[in-house]
């Protein structure tokens, strides 16, 4: 009769704990799925080819400069001139982020020295920004130690737009 006792708090136990368990993993799903939403940001604003703004539930937003590439500047800014397809380079990621909300991606360094916001960017249909701008000719390859993660990646599809004669890389052949 003690065996049985003790074989039905152990097996009341042992289903309870199951229970907890799947009832955990259950929060802990909800609550990912919930961060995932959480880490999209809706872009605001296009600054240029590499920079936009984005709603981070502050008043003023989040500046955000893009990992690993530079585009051309869009309109005089302090002692930079506006540059060969600026403007292109600013309608196509305004075009890109058009009703979007995307993911940020961080490397070692999130911040540079004027205090925007250092990432990669990934729309939600998972299109890497920072990769696609680079591989249509709309930004070069700038890689500032020690944010390096994709410096490889860049720099390959540099070359293919440039061989291609995508984007700015139009510009020697015309």
């Known amino acids: 009769m003690k065996r049985l006792i003790i074989f039905f708090i152990v097996a009341s136990l042992t289903a309870f704990s199951c229970n907890s368990k799947s009832g955990n993993r259950k929060a802990q799903s909800e609550q990912s799925e919930q961060s995932d939403k959480e880490g999209f940001l809706k872009v605001t604003k296009v600054v240029d080819g590499d920079t936009f703004w984005a709603d981070d539930g502050s008043a003023k937003g989040k500046k955000i400069r893009l990992i690993g590439v530079d585009a051309p500047e869009s309109r005089n800014v302090f002692k930079k001139k506006k540059g060969y397809y600026g403007e292109e380079a600013k309608n196509y990621l305004s075009n890109m982020f058009d009703g979007q909300s995307v993911r940020l991606e961080f490397d070692v360094d999130s911040l540079d020295q004027y205090g925007r916001t250092l990432a990669y960017i ?45 984007g700015l890389w139009k510009m020697n052949n015309e």
């Open 122 to 166: 990934y729309l939600t249909d998972g299109t890497f920004v920072n990769a696609d701008l680079v591989k249509n000719g709309y930004a070069m390859v700038m890689t500032v130690p020690p944010n390096v993660k994709y410096a490889d990646e860049f720099v390959k599809y540099q070359q293919e737009a440039r061989e291609n004669n995508r």
